[in-house]
Structure formats: structure tokens, C-alpha cells
């Protein structure tokens, strides 16, 4: 046992557990935050997607003592603008094209497309067909045309 | 429940006066109201035919009127409650596992009450035991069952709000108009329905007739509707069971066998488990040995550091090649010898699928010397209350089983196995659990959809189909789900004979929607002890799939295209136009490069109706594109699909749906299966079965909700995933130039590296920050 600080949705939280405990589990056993879910374990599903310093990843394959004070975890609960709850263009679109169906994907679908819309647009270029090819993420809904359409037009207002 | 009465028409013939519908007016505080559960029958007609078939069981009578007609004489009361802010709420006896089932009754009930749809609360019923064979969700009935008695209590409602504010206004009810949650009268008198909560609620219970809005007046039915817990989806705020913060109920896993129902022998380490960082405690249950550790990280490292002395299991020397060869030998004998007609014979064999939603199993158990708390995503839930009292030894009232949201089911939800896991875990602990399965432990000890072989032989002359007849073959599928002794009796009184259940499920789910002469289906099942379930549209994806690549060839023998053929053959207008729709939006006969084709295939089930058009690329580029931990091959680039639900209810769910059955009709025909290997499936995640990725769906996918038909709503959420795996299928035969015949189409080939059995489950990699994008 030994106390990890880091920061969680823009509060900074410090927990005391195992160096090894993968970030998932600090997340949702330990802090109560459970907008990721787990669907494998093992850096497959993607259902855990969240970002680490504003960029995709999976708390499922990372230990705790990978994260230091001043690395910061953002969730589905903190991809929405925190002061005036305007929900980000993503969501936004998520609504707009009403992709969820059980849902249980769509906290890691969201936060994963969010990342490569940022990492086309960094790259000067539009999210393409082929982008979309690259989402690992599994829903087993299979909501994935609707998903390809929300993030497109997310992008346009990204 | 309908009260028909019918009056002759100057011609003579009977006309229908408008239906009156009973409900009831309950004892309550503020207005409450209900109706009964069960619906009427209505039956299909066969149109006329070159050489007409009868009509088969499932025409006269499918599975999901056999589900509301078991229903009926038990089922009891569904109510709706007004409250005082003028919301209403009403607790839905099924499952919501993203079938949108509680945005469908939301809005069949802001219908009926004229209130805005915001107003309606949504929840799901705790088991309840009174409603006995009504809450179960499954063969399509949802909409079906619930259509008349949530808009009859509704209507009650709405009539009694009038009836109420006229009284205040000393006016005639008829003069009054209700709209948008008010009820408001010519001379600018007005008042919310909150306010009239409590003087319209009813000193006692009584039965009361009303009318149901005609189909013209509709505003809300039939207008496409995002769903009522779309926003909590996105923001992270929609809660399944393992969100639940239940006091004390710590993180539980189980280590299991290295092949189905083994059992522990010895534990030679349970001490030293039980010592390690965050465990709290380990004990032997039936299914292996549990964990319960502060964080289910600790649990995967316990259940990985124990060491286990496994005895077998019952069906540990069964592998792909050892079923197929049962099945083979168990499958029935053609009846029509091939005389005087050409014959075709096809035989296709159909490998184990898993029916594993993302969410895996899991439950949350509290139970105490004296009562029991269970919350689990649970389709048929009165069954795991009645199992899990029997277990634990408690009287039946003394347990109660809350239905949670649940993350997926594809029929994987009928059982509650986790439920009952973890009420013998935290009975045997005496704490409470959150139980999980791990993904490993779903995909190879949860249940899957067992292999079939289908058979199928046709006789044809002159133009004519004269016969057909198809025999299924399949490892016994459990429907031990509470579901099976009353269908069985139902049966019995059924034009089907003296059969089992599962045929009774089979025949009142199987029809054949062309006109091919002496038409029979039979199913016979082999026992073999595996964990076995429905899966979404159950039989109907490989006895489908089978019959469509059957009807291409015969086209092909009679020398006419695909569309032409079954143009030709169907039996139903409405089949056709459905058929006619595929082939017009999907471009049927465009002219597409060599190693390219497009399939067609139809399929009727649910009084609801489908047709799919498939574009597939299997020109080598495409087959052979690299992809990292997963399966590419051929890519099905467009796909039409069209469903005819009767009545679609909420179009834009419809459609959703639609979309899922695709891709799970895609993964059936081309990448997903269970490699079952000396008693258990070698696929063990994501990165092993391969259900469609990104990479695999269709960029491009039109679906198209037909306006209704009959009026009466259908079941339409697993409808097209037959016809998606057919069109996929015969797609795939036309740009190849061969007909499968054995699914999917990559089973032969093994394309990972099988996860070790024991321990039983993987660890988690550290390396995620290696993989940031
Ligand atoms: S749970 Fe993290 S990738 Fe599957
Ligand atoms: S919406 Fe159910 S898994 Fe994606």
C-alpha cells in the first residue's frame, strides 16, 4: 500500500493502494467513478477508453504508479465543459444522431473519437474513412454506422 | 381484454364499431390507473400460390402470440402513476438491455395521456412473481404484449383527468380538450394534469371502459424519437449493475475450470490466496473458487495465484469435429424420394457463436439469514427469484430481485446465471458481493449459441418448386428459462402435434414465406452438456441462411435472377414491396468490378417482415488488408435494409436496431465463431472472436422503416439479422463463385493464439501508456 496523487476531472485525489492496481480499478472500485467500464481487461474492448492529458487511453493496461501529481485523467463525467455543463460537440452529436443502444460502449466510443478527431485535426487533416477504419472500439450493438456518422459531423465543429 | 361488438353494415357485411378496451382506476393517493396484461390474436392469411403450401404453424400462430396467449389468463396488473409535479411513472415488467423498450412505452403512454414525453418516467420492475409468465423478455413480444394495456391504462387516465376538471368546471367533459399535459376548455378555463393529481385519483378500485386513439389521431407513435436515456449514455451518468454502489458489496470473481462444469477437487493455496494485498475473503463454490478483494484488480491477481485441482467435466473430450459428427448422424430423414423432378440437396454447417454482450455476467448479491437482495440485468427475472430462494432456502417473498439496466443480452440475459452465483457466493462468505465474470471466463464459460447442420433438399419441375424440405440439427439449446412448461402447454393446443419444446419453438418460429409445395421443417437436437442459449433471433440466423443460398441456387437452375425468382415465389404482397424496397434503395444489378457482388435475402418472422441487400469486395486487396489483432477478409461495403414492423412505433429505434442486426448478421456469415476444443472454446476476448469492427462494417448502410402495414406492431429487434447474414452470405458465393456452406466463412482457419486455461483468466498489461493516442 502506498498513497498515489493525480488528478481526476480537474480535482486533484490521492489514493492508497497497491503500486500495480490498474488505473480502471482505482477509478471505479476505489473512487466511485464509473462512467468506464470494463469489457476485457486487457487493452482489447476499448469500453475503458478515457484520456491522460488529452490524449486516449486505457486504465485497464496502466498501474497506478505509472501516473504522477501532475498527470490528469479525464473520464466521460469530465469531457463536458465543467462550469456551464455545455456537453462537449461529441456528445452533442452523439444525441443528435441517437447512437447509444445499451450505452455500455459508448463512454469509451466517445472519448476514443474524440482523441482521433484531435489527432487528424493535429495532423492538419480531416478524420477520414480510413480513420475510422482504426477505432478499436467494440460495440456489441453494433452501432458503428451511426458512430461513424456522429463523429464526423462532430469533427466538423471541433 | 377487447370488448368487440359488431353491428351489420347495410351491405350486410360486419363492420367494427370503435373498440372499447378495459382498464382500471386504483385506490391510490393521486391518480393511478392500470389494465391488464394480454393481448388478442390475429393470423396471418396465405395468399395464393402456383402450388400453394399450407400454411405452416408459425403462419397461423408465431412464437410471440404464443408468449401473450400463455401470458394472458396469469399475467397481472401493469399501472401508471400520476404525480404531483405532473410527471408519471410507470415500472416496465421486461428488461431494457438496448432494445429501447422504455423509450417505446414512454412514448406509447405520453400517446395515450396527451403529455409531453419528458413527463413519462420510465423504470424497470423488480421481479414480480404475480405476473408469472409476463415478464419475460424475449421472441420479439415486448411491443407486442405491452401495445394494448399500456395505452388502455393510459387512455383510463387521460378520460379521467377530463372527467375530473369538468366536474371543478361544472362543464361537459366533451367540451374539454387535453393536450401537452393540460386539459383546457373553450371558456379559457385551464389546468395542468400535476394539479388535478390528486382530486382525479379514485377512493377505489374499478373497472372502467375506454376508447384507444384511432391511428389518424397519432402524434407521437410512428414519429422518430431519440431515446429517453440517450443523454445519460453519453454523459457516463446511465448506471448498470457493477456502477451500483451497494454498501459493503466489494468486488467478487470466481476461478474456474479448465474445461465446462469442471469441478475442484482440492485448493492447494486457499490460505495463502486469502492473504494476499486486498483480499477479503476465499472460499469453494459450485462453479470454482471465489475472491472478494477491495478492487476487482486484486481479484484477477487472487484468482490467477490460485492453484487448483480440477476434475473433469461431462463433455471434456467434445471438440468442433466430435459435434459435427453427432449432429450429423442425429440429423431426420428427407420424406419426398426424388421422382420425376430435378432435385437439389445442400447440406451447411453452422460452428458455435457466442452471445456475449459487452457487459459480462455480473450480479450484485446481499444475502442475509433471513432475506435475500439481488440486482442484476435480468430478462426473465421471477425465474431467478424462484431459483435463487430454492438455493439459498428462503421463502420466495424474502427475496427480491431487482431488474437492472442491463449492457447488451443477445439472449445471454434470459439466464441469470450471475445472480445465482452470486447469491450462493455471498451466502457462503456472508457478505455481500459484486460479482463479475471476467471476459475469459464469459466467452468460454458463459453460454453460447450451439453448432447446427442444416439439411435441405428441393424437388423442382417445370418452372414449379414441388417440394421443399429442411432438416436442422443442433446441440440442445437451454431454454430452461422459466419459459418452457408454459409454452408447452400452449403448444399442446396447437395444430403442431405432440412435440417438445424446443420444436415447439422451432415450428412456431419457422415459416416459410415462398410457395414451394410440400413444405417441412423439422429440428432435432443432440444432448450434449455444454452451456448453451438462444441467441438473438435464436434458430432463425442459420435455418435463414441456409434456405436463401438454397433459393439462389434453384433461381440459378431455373435460370432466373435472384430478385426475379423470389419475386416470383413469395407468398405475400407485402413481402414483395419489402423485397422491392432492398432492391431499389440498394441499386439491385448495378454493374460492380470482378471479385465484387451483391446478395439478396428475405425473411418474415414476428408478423414483421425483412429484406436485406448486400455489397460485399472480396477481390484480394481487400481480403489480405493488414489488420493488428483482429480478422479483415472480405468487406461488405454497402448494405440496404428494409423492415416492415406492422406498426413501427418509434422508427428511429427500428432503425437502430436494424443497424445491429446487420452487423451481427455480417459477423455470423464472415468472422465470429467459437472454436470449441476438448470441452471448451479456445476463444477467450475480443482479440480472439471476432464479432464486426470498424474495419469490418459497412461504410455505407441505409436502413429503410416502412410505413405501417398491418396497424398492429411487430417484433422487429432481431428480425434482420437473418436476412443479413443470408444476404451476406449469398453475396459472398456470388463473387467468389462458390456457395458456402460452412459459417462462417474464416472458421477453418485459426487466426490468434488461444489464451492459456489455467490460470484461467489473462493478466492486465502495464504497457497502456504505450498505446496513447
Ligand atoms: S477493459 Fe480496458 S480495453 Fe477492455
Ligand atoms: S451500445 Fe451496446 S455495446 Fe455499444
Same mark, same amino acid.
Given at each position: 500500500?502506498?498513497?498515489?496523487?493525480?488528478?481526476?476531472?480537474?480535482?486533484?485525489?490521492?489514493?492508497?493502494?497497491?503500486?500495480?492496481?490498474?488505473?480502471?480499478?482505482?477509478?471505479?472500485?476505489?473512487?466511485?467513478?464509473?462512467?468506464?467500464?470494463?469489457?476485457?481487461?486487457?487493452?482489447?474492448?476499448?469500453?475503458?477508453?478515457?484520456?491522460?492529458?488529452?490524449?486516449?487511453?486505457?486504465?485497464?493496461?496502466?498501474?497506478?504508479?505509472?501516473?504522477?501529481?501532475?498527470?490528469?485523467?479525464?473520464?466521460?463525467?469530465?469531457?463536458?465543459?465543467?462550469?456551464?455543463?455545455?456537453?462537449?460537440?461529441?456528445?452533442?452529436?452523439?444525441?443528435?444522431?441517437?447512437?447509444?443502444?445499451?450505452?455500455?460502449?459508448?463512454?469509451?466510443?466517445?472519448?476514443?473519437?474524440?482523441?482521433?478527431?484531435?489527432?487528424?485535426?493535429?495532423?492538419?487533416?480531416?478524420?477520414?474513412?480510413?480513420?475510422?477504419?482504426?477505432?478499436?472500439?467494440?460495440?456489441?450493438?453494433?452501432?458503428?454506422?451511426?458512430?461513424?456518422?456522429?463523429?464526423?459531423?462532430?469533427?466538423?465543429?471541433? | 381484454?377487447?370488448?368487440? +361488438?359488431?353491428?351489420?353494415?347495410?351491405?350486410?357485411?360486419?363492420?367494427?364499431?370503435?373498440?372499447?378496451?378495459?382498464?382500471?382506476?386504483?385506490?391510490?393517493?393521486?391518480? !393511478?390507473?392500470?389494465? +391488464?396484461?394480454?393481448?388478442?390474436?390475429?393470423?396471418?392469411?396465405?395468399?395464393?400460390?402456383?402450388?400453394?403450401?399450407?400454411?405452416?404453424?408459425?403462419?397461423?400462430?408465431?412464437?410471440?402470440?404464443?408468449?401473450?396467449?400463455?401470458?394472458?389468463?396469469?399475467?397481472?396488473?401493469?399501472?401508471?402513476?400520476?404525480? +404531483?409535479?405532473?410527471?408519471?411513472?410507470?415500472?416496465?415488467?421486461?428488461?431494457?438491455?438496448?432494445?429501447?423498450?422504455?423509450?417505446?412505452?414512454?412514448?406509447?403512454?405520453?400517446?395515450?395521456?396527451?403529455?409531453?414525453?419528458?413527463?413519462?418516467?420510465?423504470?424497470?420492475?423488480?421481479?414480480?412473481?404475480?405476473?408469472? /409468465?409476463?415478464?419475460?423478455?424475449?421472441?420479439?413480444?415486448?411491443?407486442?404484449?405491452?401495445?394494448?394495456?399500456?395505452?388502455?391504462?393510459?387512455?383510463?387516465?387521460?378520460?379521467?383527468?377530463?372527467?375530473?376538471?369538468?366536474?371543478?368546471?361544472?362543464?361537459?367533459? !366533451? $367540451?374539454?380538450?387535453?393536450?401537452?399535459?393540460?386539459?383546457?376548455?373553450?371558456?379559457?378555463?385551464?389546468?395542468?394534469?400535476?394539479?388535478? !393529481?390528486?382530486?382525479?385519483?379514485?377512493?377505489?378500485?374499478?373497472?372502467?371502459?375506454?376508447?384507444?386513439?384511432?391511428?389518424?389521431?397519432?402524434?407521437?407513435?410512428?414519429?422518430?424519437?431519440?431515446?429517453?436515456?440517450?443523454?445519460?449514455?453519453? $454523459?457516463?451518468?446511465?448506471? =448498470?449493475?457493477?456502477?451500483?454502489?451497494?454498501?459493503?458489496?466489494?468486488?467478487?470473481?470466481?476461478?474456474?475450470?479448465?474445461?465446462?462444469?469442471?469441478?475442484?477437487?482440492?485448493?492447494?493455496?486457499?490460505?495463502?490466496?486469502?492473504?494476499?494485498?486486498?483480499? $477479503?475473503?476465499?472460499?469453494?463454490?459450485?462453479?470454482?473458487?471465489?475472491?472478494?478483494?477491495?478492487?476487482?484488480?486484486?481479484?484477477?491477481?487472487?484468482?490467477?495465484?490460485?492453484?487448483?485441482?480440477?476434475?473433469?467435466?461431462?463433455?471434456?473430450?467434445?471438440?468442433?469435429?466430435?459435434?459435427?459428427?453427432?449432429?450429423?448422424?442425429?440429423?431426420?430423414?428427407?420424406?419426398?424420394?426424388?421422382?420425376?423432378?430435378?432435385?437439389?440437396?445442400?447440406?451447411?454447417? /453452422?460452428?458455435?457463436?457466442?452471445?456475449?454482450?459487452?457487459?459480462?455476467?455480473?450480479?450484485?448479491?446481499?444475502?442475509?439469514?433471513?432475506?435475500?437482495?439481488?440486482?442484476?440485468?435480468?430478462?426473465?427475472?421471477?425465474?431467478?427469484?424462484?431459483?435463487?430462494?430454492?438455493?439459498?432456502?428462503?421463502?420466495?417473498?424474502?427475496?427480491?430481485?431487482?431488474?437492472?439496466?442491463?449492457?447488451?443480452? =443477445?439472449?445471454?440475459?434470459?439466464?441469470?446465471?450471475?445472480?445465482?452465483?452470486?447469491?450462493?457466493?455471498?451466502?457462503?462468505?456472508?457478505?455481500?458481493?459484486?460479482?463479475?465474470?471476467?471476459?475469459?471466463?464469459?466467452?468460454?464459460?458463459?453460454?453460447?449459441?450451439?453448432?447446427?447442420?442444416?439439411?435441405?433438399?428441393?424437388?423442382?419441375?417445370?418452372?414449379?418448386? @414441388?417440394? %421443399?424440405?429442411?432438416?436442422?440439427?443442433?446441440?440442445?439449446?437451454?431454454?430452461?428459462?422459466?419459459?418452457?412448461?408454459?409454452?408447452?402447454?400452449?403448444?399442446?393446443?396447437?395444430?403442431?402435434?405432440?412435440?417438445?419444446?424446443?420444436?415447439?419453438?422451432?415450428?412456431?418460429?419457422?415459416?416459410?414465406? %415462398?410457395? /414451394?409445395?410440400? @413444405?417441412?421443417?423439422?429440428?432435432?437436437?443432440?444432448?450434449?452438456? =455444454?452451456?448453451?442459449?438462444?441467441?438473438?433471433?435464436? %434458430?432463425?440466423?442459420?435455418?435463414?441462411?441456409?434456405?436463401?443460398?438454397?433459393?439462389?441456387?434453384?433461381?440459378?437452375?431455373?435460370?432466373?435472377?435472384?430478385?426475379?425468382?423470389? +419475386?416470383? /415465389?413469395?407468398?405475400?404482397?407485402?413481402?414483395?414491396?419489402?423485397?422491392?424496397?432492398?432492391?431499389?434503395?440498394?441499386?439491385?444489378?448495378?454493374?460492380?468490378?470482378?471479385?465484387? !457482388?451483391?446478395?439478396?435475402?428475405?425473411?418474415?418472422? %414476428?408478423?414483421?417482415?425483412?429484406?436485406?441487400?448486400?455489397?460485399?469486395?472480396?477481390?484480394?486487396?481487400?481480403?489480405?488488408?493488414?489488420?493488428?489483432?483482429?480478422?479483415?477478409?472480405?468487406?461488405?461495403?454497402?448494405?440496404?435494409? @428494409?423492415?416492415?414492423?406492422?406498426?413501427?412505433?418509434?422508427?428511429?429505434?427500428?432503425?437502430?436496431?436494424?443497424?445491429?442486426?446487420?452487423?451481427?448478421?455480417?459477423?455470423?456469415?464472415?468472422?465470429?465463431?467459437?472454436?470449441?476444443?476438448?470441452?471448451?472454446?479456445?476463444?477467450?476476448?475480443?482479440?480472439?472472436?471476432?464479432?464486426?469492427?470498424?474495419?469490418?462494417?459497412?461504410?455505407?448502410?441505409? @436502413?429503410?422503416?416502412?410505413?405501417?402495414?398491418?396497424?398492429?406492431?411487430?417484433?422487429?429487434?432481431?428480425?434482420?439479422?437473418?436476412?443479413? =447474414?443470408?444476404?451476406?452470405?449469398?453475396?459472398?458465393?456470388?463473387?467468389?463463385?462458390?456457395?458456402?456452406?460452412?459459417?462462417?466463412?474464416?472458421?477453418? $482457419?485459426?487466426?490468434?493464439?488461444?489464451?492459456?486455461?489455467?490460470?484461467?483468466?489473462?493478466?492486465?498489461?502495464?504497457?497502456?501508456?504505450?498505446?496513447?493516442?
Amino acid at each position: 500500500m502506498s498513497p498515489h496523487t493525480f488528478l481526476v476531472n480537474g480535482t486533484r485525489v490521492t489514493v492508497d493502494t497497491d503500486d500495480k492496481v490498474r488505473l480502471l480499478w482505482v477509478l471505479r472500485d476505489l473512487l466511485g467513478i464509473t462512467g468506464p467500464k470494463y469489457g476485457c481487461g486487457i487493452n482489447v474492448c476499448k469500453a475503458c477508453t478515457s484520456h491522460l492529458n488529452g490524449k486516449a487511453f486505457n486504465p485497464c493496461s496502466v498501474p497506478v504508479s505509472a501516473v504522477g501529481p501532475d498527470d490528469e485523467i479525464t473520464t466521460i463525467e469530465g469531457i463536458a465543459d465543467a462550469e456551464s455543463g455545455t456537453l462537449h460537440p461529441m456528445q452533442e452529436e452523439w444525441l443528435a444522431h441517437d447512437v447509444a443502444q445499451c450505452g455500455y460502449c459508448q463512454p469509451g466510443q466517445i472519448m476514443a473519437a474524440i482523441a482521433k478527431v484531435n489527432q487528424a485535426h493535429a495532423q492538419g487533416r480531416e478524420i477520414s474513412d480510413t480513420d475510422l477504419d482504426e477505432i478499436r472500439n467494440i460495440c456489441r450493438c453494433g452501432t458503428y454506422s451511426r458512430i461513424r456518422d456522429a463523429v464526423k459531423t462532430a469533427a466538423a465543429k471541433m | 381484454m377487447a370488448h368487440q +361488438r359488431r353491428s351489420p353494415r347495410r351491405d350486410g357485411a360486419p363492420a367494427l364499431e370503435r373498440r372499447r378496451f378495459l382498464g382500471y382506476l386504483l385506490a391510490a393517493p393521486t391518480l !393511478a390507473v392500470a389494465a +391488464r396484461l394480454g393481448a388478442d390474436l390475429s393470423s396471418d392469411t396465405p395468399a395464393e400460390a402456383a402450388i400453394p403450401s399450407l400454411p405452416g404453424p408459425a403462419d397461423l400462430l408465431d412464437l410471440g402470440d404464443a408468449l401473450t396467449l400463455a401470458a394472458a389468463p396469469t399475467s397481472g396488473l401493469i399501472g401508471i402513476q400520476l404525480n +404531483r409535479d405532473g410527471t408519471v411513472s410507470f415500472a416496465v415488467p421486461r428488461a431494457e438491455v438496448g432494445q429501447g423498450i422504455t423509450t417505446t412505452v414512454a412514448m406509447l403512454i405520453a400517446e395515450e395521456m396527451d403529455l409531453p414525453l419528458e413527463k413519462v418516467g420510465v423504470n424497470l420492475a423488480d421481479a414480480r412473481p404475480e405476473l408469472v /409468465f409476463n415478464q419475460l423478455t424475449g421472441g420479439s413480444n415486448s411491443v407486442r404484449s405491452l401495445y394494448t394495456p399500456v395505452r388502455t391504462a393510459a387512455a383510463v387516465a387521460r378520460r379521467r383527468l377530463l372527467t375530473t376538471a369538468a366536474e371543478q368546471w361544472k362543464l361537459d367533459p !366533451a $367540451t374539454l380538450t387535453a393536450r401537452d399535459g393540460m386539459i383546457r376548455s373553450s371558456a379559457g378555463h385551464s389546468a395542468s394534469y400535476g394539479s388535478l !393529481a390528486e382530486a382525479a385519483a379514485s377512493p377505489r378500485t374499478e373497472e372502467v371502459s375506454t376508447t384507444l386513439k384511432a391511428a389518424e389521431e397519432f402524434r407521437i407513435i410512428g414519429t422518430p424519437t431519440t431515446r429517453i436515456d440517450a443523454l445519460d449514455a453519453v $454523459t457516463g451518468r446511465k448506471q =448498470f449493475t457493477m456502477d451500483l454502489a451497494v454498501p459493503d458489496a466489494k468486488p467478487t470473481m470466481i476461478c474456474r475450470p479448465p474445461t465446462t462444469s469442471g469441478t475442484v477437487r482440492s485448493v492447494a493455496n486457499l490460505g495463502a490466496v486469502a492473504a494476499m494485498p486486498g483480499v $477479503t475473503d476465499v472460499v469453494e463454490v459450485s462453479s470454482g473458487v471465489a475472491v472478494r478483494a477491495e478492487t476487482f484488480g486484486q481479484c484477477i491477481d487472487a484468482v490467477r495465484a490460485l492453484r487448483v485441482d480440477w476434475g473433469p467435466g461431462p463433455v471434456d473430450g467434445e471438440s468442433d469435429a466430435s459435434v459435427e459428427d453427432k449432429l450429423r448422424a442425429a440429423t431426420l430423414p428427407m420424406a419426398v424420394p426424388p421422382v420425376l423432378t430435378k432435385t437439389i440437396d445442400a447440406e451447411f454447417v /453452422f460452428n458455435f457463436a457466442s452471445n456475449s454482450a459487452l457487459e459480462t455476467n455480473c450480479a450484485i448479491a446481499d444475502v442475509r439469514a433471513d432475506r435475500a437482495e439481488i440486482w442484476s440485468g435480468l430478462k426473465s427475472p421471477i425465474v431467478a427469484q424462484e431459483q435463487i430462494a430454492a438455493m439459498l432456502g428462503l421463502p420466495i417473498p424474502a427475496v427480491t430481485v431487482h431488474v437492472v439496466t442491463g449492457g447488451g443480452s =443477445f439472449g445471454r440475459k434470459l439466464f441469470g446465471d450471475a445472480a445465482l452465483e452470486a447469491a450462493e457466493v455471498s451466502q457462503a462468505m456472508g457478505k455481500p458481493v459484486k460479482l463479475m465474470w471476467h471476459r475469459a471466463d464469459d466467452s468460454r464459460h458463459g453460454r453460447t449459441h450451439p453448432m447446427s447442420i442444416s439439411r435441405i433438399r428441393v424437388n423442382h419441375a417445370l418452372g414449379n418448386v @414441388v417440394s %421443399y424440405e429442411q432438416r436442422h440439427t443442433s446441440v440442445t439449446t437451454d431454454f430452461g428459462h422459466g419459459l418452457g412448461e408454459i409454452l408447452t402447454a400452449v403448444a399442446a393446443k396447437l395444430p403442431v402435434g405432440d412435440v417438445g419444446f424446443s420444436q415447439t419453438v422451432f415450428l412456431l418460429s419457422q415459416s416459410n414465406p %415462398y410457395n /414451394f409445395g410440400v @413444405v417441412t421443417n423439422l429440428l432435432n437436437e443432440v444432448p450434449l452438456k =455444454f452451456h448453451t442459449a438462444s441467441m438473438r433471433n435464436v %434458430y432463425s440466423p442459420n435455418v435463414v441462411c441456409a434456405r436463401e443460398l438454397v433459393v439462389d441456387q434453384l433461381a440459378s437452375a431455373m435460370g432466373q435472377d435472384p430478385l426475379t425468382f423470389r +419475386r416470383g /415465389f413469395l407468398k405475400d404482397e407485402r413481402f414483395r414491396t419489402a423485397l422491392d424496397k432492398a432492391a431499389e434503395v440498394g441499386q439491385w444489378g448495378r454493374e460492380l468490378p470482378d471479385g465484387m !457482388a451483391q446478395g439478396i435475402a428475405f425473411h418474415c418472422e %414476428y408478423k414483421s417482415a425483412s429484406a436485406v441487400l448486400v455489397e460485399i469486395d472480396c477481390r484480394p486487396e481487400t481480403v489480405e488488408r493488414p489488420i493488428r489483432d483482429g480478422v479483415g477478409g472480405p468487406r461488405v461495403t454497402r448494405v440496404a435494409a @428494409v423492415v416492415d414492423a406492422g406498426l413501427p412505433i418509434n422508427p428511429k429505434g427500428l432503425e437502430a436496431q436494424t443497424i445491429g442486426c446487420v452487423n451481427d448478421g455480417i459477423a455470423l456469415a464472415l468472422t465470429s465463431s467459437l472454436h470449441m476444443d476438448n470441452g471448451l472454446p479456445l476463444e477467450a476476448s475480443w482479440d480472439n472472436y471476432f464479432y464486426t469492427r470498424q474495419w469490418n462494417t459497412p461504410p455505407e448502410l441505409e @436502413v429503410v422503416v416502412l410505413p405501417a402495414t398491418t396497424g398492429e406492431p411487430g417484433g422487429a429487434g432481431e428480425l434482420a439479422v437473418a436476412s443479413a =447474414f443470408a444476404a451476406t452470405a449469398a453475396a459472398y458465393g456470388r463473387a467468389t463463385g462458390t456457395m458456402p456452406t460452412r459459417f462462417p466463412i474464416n472458421h477453418g $482457419t485459426l487466426s490468434f493464439e488461444p489464451k492459456p486455461t489455467v490460470p484461467p483468466i489473462p493478466d492486465s498489461p502495464v504497457d497502456g501508456l504505450a498505446h496513447t493516442f
